[in-house]
């Protein structure tokens, strides 16, 4: 069993940036597949980035590429995501989430979906305003 807190979320300005920690607790973090889901009011679980603890395999979702960046320190049961050049449009509740490494499998060419995912936080709010 794997808990998962979230922390860093925030308001910021557009074109700002903040970086979201992840820090899982519990059961083994090395060789599992982690990663980032958002979601806005009303709307589904979008995809946001994610990746293997060992590092072979990573993937973001199409509004996060080129502007976030997610990575991991296994010595502190950590993921992180910085992101950067905020836009009003990446508003919402961001939740880690994980689960064994196989779900990140394939990732590189199909983004895992929130369903593949056993483990999530909380979830932590951000907010890109004027």
């Known amino acids: 069993h794997v808990q998962l807190m979230e922390s860093g979320g925030g308001s910021v300005q557009p074109g700002g940036s903040l970086r979201l920690s992840c820090v899982a607790s519990?059961?083994?973090?090395?060789?599992?597949?982690m990663g980032w889901f958002r979601q806005a009011p009303g709307k589904e679980h979008e995809v946001v980035a994610g990746?293997?603890?060992?590092?072979?395999?990573?993937y973001y979702g199409d509004s996060a590429k080129g502007r976030f960046t997610i990575s991991t320190d296994n010595a502190k049961n950590t993921v992180y995501r910085q992101m950067n050049s905020l836009k009003p449009e990446d508003t919402g509740m961001y939740f880690c989430?994980?689960?064994?490494?196989?779900?990140?499998?394939?990732?590189?060419?199909?983004?895992?979906?929130?369903?593949?995912?056993?483990?999530w936080g909380r979830g932590t709010q951000v907010t890109v305003s004027p």
């Open positions: 990746r293997l603890t060992t590092g072979d395999t990573e």
């Open positions: 519990g059961d083994t973090f090395n060789n599992n597949c």
């Open positions: 989430v994980a689960d064994r490494a196989l779900v990140c499998l394939d990732a590189e060419y199909v983004a895992p979906a929130a369903a593949d995912f056993g483990y």
